[in-house]
């Protein structure tokens, strides 16, 4: 593996596992004396690479969501004097926690610069699968294309229909805005808490398009997941993965969905039982899928790839030039922050960051309060 070495003098060893876009991480972290070590290979790194690279001596990490970081690595961090560890995602499913916070070591994450970006892509395989835009583009560059046709690739209207969101979080939420906004559909929920900012947004939306003439639109959380299913057009998927979300999709739950419904999944591909899916698109081919996730990515179940009513993207829900640097220099934040010695930033806002003058301050700690870490006070 090679790797190149930015600030060789720097004080604290730290180790990026792959390139990140933009400048602005690697100044942040120049500018409180790091030697910076970058890997340069696109290979996902496993357990042994990352630990060769840890060395005797790493002060700080910066890690991907393809990385298992779990108490083998988090011991030989601990061991070699890792302070400040961040996955350079907001999903962290790949960290043992628990296992870094028995090590004493701070997990960072990068949210808040995914939201609407994850929630853009999520709507446009929503589209993608409802119009049949992979098989459409298939079609037609291979040459199939022989004239407009009243009967070719008619798809699913989603105007005025209702959309389920499983997990109404930050991107849950703004892909239910940007659904009910742009094409007045009614949201149906599913999370473990319900979304008072969600609710209202409708509900004043509502007003807006009653005062206009047109019809209101709902918005409720549902208590079971099975009422969702059976009632949505179209189920977008965007809880986090743990032991209770895996496989929470799986041959009984999609055996209720509707015969035409879509089912978008832009979090982690474990949420979705594969092998049942491509058995249910496999019956049911009015039924579609998009997919950006996988369950064992990046390998595909056997006969994913050649299901036509299935749309599928590498992962890229987050791939946008802002995003990805943005979550650049959050995660250098986060490391920079730990190493210098600063307080946790306390607010889920953390655009401050982003502007000329950022805080001093980390800023998100996924385990700050059970390390006891001290947050901004302002
Ligand atoms: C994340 O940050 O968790 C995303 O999956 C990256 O796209």
Known sequence: MEWKTANADGKNRVIVTKKLPGSRWLKILKEVGCRVEICQSDAVLGTENIRTAIGSRCDGAIGQLTEDWGEPLFNAFKAAGGRAYSNYAVGFNNVDVAAATRNGIPVGNTPGVLTETTAEMAVALTFAAARRIGEAERFLRAGKFTGWLPTLFLGERLWRKTVGVIGAGRIGEAYARMMAEGFKTHILYHDLHVNPGLEAYVRDYSTFLESRGDAPLTCQKVKRLEDLLQAADCVSIHTVLDAATRHLINADRLALMKE??????????????????????????????????FENEPALEPGLAELDNVVIVPHI?????????????????????LLRGDPVWPESDVTPFLGDSPPRAAPSIVNARELGLPFLTR
């Open 317 to 337: 829900a987050s791939a946008t030039g802002w995003t990805r640097e943005a979550m650049a220099v959050l995660a250098a934040a986060n490391v920079a922050a």
């Open 260 to 293: 035409n419904a879509l089912l978008i999944n832009t979090s982690r591909g474990p949420v979705i039982d594969e092998a049942a899916l491509v058995a249910h698109c496999r019956k049911h081919p009015d039924f579609r899928a998009a997919l950006d996730v």
